[in-house]
């Protein structure tokens, strides 16, 4: 699949644009995760002094007596109070919890009931803040598989003292923030590609530019690309290729030239010897005429292809020379067909025409020159019983007329080679210049129109040509 220059920037451009606010996001969202835990262990904090006052004040009954409050055992903070010295490093999330343990009996002062004999467990990894330690783990209380408690613990004196609060508040606001943030996400990301490709044609739009006018150019013997003026790669490409356009111009224009100067030089001695040769018929006898004849033929046909090379020369000198009128080009082609629909029915070929009215400005002569020669290429390589159809019609703002025969076709590959002058013919076995269709093209594009091959199976030529208003 073919991918422009603007696709490939497009693409490019979104990309690291895509790239840049994901990992904008990401970090928010990990900035925002590190402020909440931040958040909870200060409160963690600030809960864990007041009860290590308790614990040294000796008032284990009111710890127990909170350890028993079902109040206490349904909200998000739970503890455990242990006597005893025991060093743990493991961490874990949600809730408040107290606990102190000796190290040889870790006998236990008090524990909320809900979260059983094995306490907090000991996953996670804990994180050191002077004399707390903090960690994230498994809510281990029924009913509350999934949740996270985030727990400090305090080792002081015999005691130690494990807090714990359940991190479902935080999590809700992490989860919404994350929502919304990947719904921006979407959001500038379609605008981010949208802007790309905005930026992308907008920046390549002197490139666009300068292929058009290089379009226009193809059939103009004069003009120069434009400059944008800014002093860019656009302006250095457009400089470029003018030089380039003038090289190419002035070796065609040599060539022009020298097949001009040869065509002149030819047709006086060409006339002289076509005269002298057609004195000599009417003084020899039949076999000298025999060999004569052919001579003259020859003569005959180079002094047709210098009349041509000498047209076609006039024509892309000077393409706007010639009348123009308004005229009925259906007409022009069923008066063309009719007189040489003798000459196809020599050969043994149908020629017929399918003609719309159909109005252009144009100069009769050169427009029936094309057709004369389309029909005659037709002519060419359309075996007898064949059939030759020419047609013409309007469609929009545009005449479209075409003439296709019923020979072997051309390949693909010559559509636009068998347009040049002296290309080879479908068929070696055909006379010719070599020259029709390339007059036949210069004429229609000296009338703002175009002449190609078609798209059909057999040959078939069509001719477009601007509608006259």
Request: hydrophobic content about 45%.
């Amino acid at each position: 699949m073919r991918q422009t220059i603007r696709a490939r920037i497009a693409l490019f451009s979104f990309a690291i644009f895509l790239g840049l606010i994901g990992l904008e996001t990401g970090l928010a969202l990990r900035g925002l995760d590190r402020a909440l835990l931040e958040v909870a262990d200060r409160d963690l904090a600030d809960e864990l002094a007041e009860l290590a006052a308790d614990v040294v004040d000796g008032d284990l009954a009111e710890l127990r007596e909170l350890a028993s409050d079902p109040a206490t055992n349904t909200s998000d903070l739970a503890f455990e109070v242990r006597d005893g010295l025991e060093r743990r490093h493991d961490a874990g999330p949600e809730g408040l919890l107290y606990a102190i343990r000796r190290a040889a009996d870790r006998h236990l002062l008090a524990q909320s009931e809900a979260l059983g004999p094995e306490g907090f467990g000991t996953s996670g990894t804990a994180v050191q803040r002077g004399a707390l330690s903090f960690r994230t783990a498994p809510d281990p209380r029924e009913g509350r598989a999934g949740e996270s408690l985030r727990l400090a613990r305090l080792d002081f004196g015999p005691y130690q003292l494990e807090l714990a609060r359940s991190l479902r508040s935080f999590s809700a606001l992490y989860r919404g923030t994350r929502a919304r943030l990947l719904a921006i996400f979407a959001v500038v990301s379609v605008a981010g590609g949208a802007g790309a490709y905005w930026i992308a044609r907008r920046a390549l739009q002197p490139v666009r530019d300068l292929i058009g006018e290089a379009q226009r150019l193809r059939t103009l013997s004069e003009g120069a690309l434009p400059a944008t003026g800014r002093r860019d790669e656009i302006d250095d490409l457009a400089g470029v290729l003018n030089e380039l356009l003038a090289r190419v111009r002035a070796d065609v224009l040599r060539i022009r030239r020298f097949t001009a100067d040869a065509a002149h030089e030819l047709r006086t001695p060409l006339a002289a010897v076509r005269g002298h040769l057609e004195l000599l018929l009417a003084k020899v006898d039949a076999d000298a005429q025999l060999t004569l004849g052919g001579v003259l033929e020859e003569v005959e046909r180079l002094a047709k292809l210098v009349d041509q090379l000498l047209l076609l020369e006039k024509l892309q000198a000077s393409p706007e020379t010639g009348v123009r009128v308004r005229l009925d080009l259906g007409a022009l082609v069923d008066d063309l067909v009719e007189h040489l629909r003798v000459l196809a029915e020599e050969r043994g070929i149908e020629l017929s025409s399918r003609s719309e009215r159909a109005l252009v400005m144009g100069d009769p002569e050169k427009l029936r020159q094309v057709f004369v020669n389309l029909i005659d290429n037709a002519l060419k390589f359309t075996p007898a019983g064949g059939r030759i159809e020419v047609a013409v019609g309007t469609h929009a703002s545009r005449v479209r007329a075409s003439v296709r025969d019923g020979g072997p076709g051309v390949p693909p590959e010559d559509a636009e080679r068998i347009f040049e002058r002296f290309a080879s013919d479908r068929s070696r076995r055909a006379a010719g210049t070599g020259l029709g269709l390339t007059i036949a093209r210069a004429i229609a594009r000296a009338h703002a129109g175009e002449l190609r091959l078609g798209a059909s199976e057999r040959a078939e030529f069509v001719l477009e040509l601007p509608a006259a208003p």
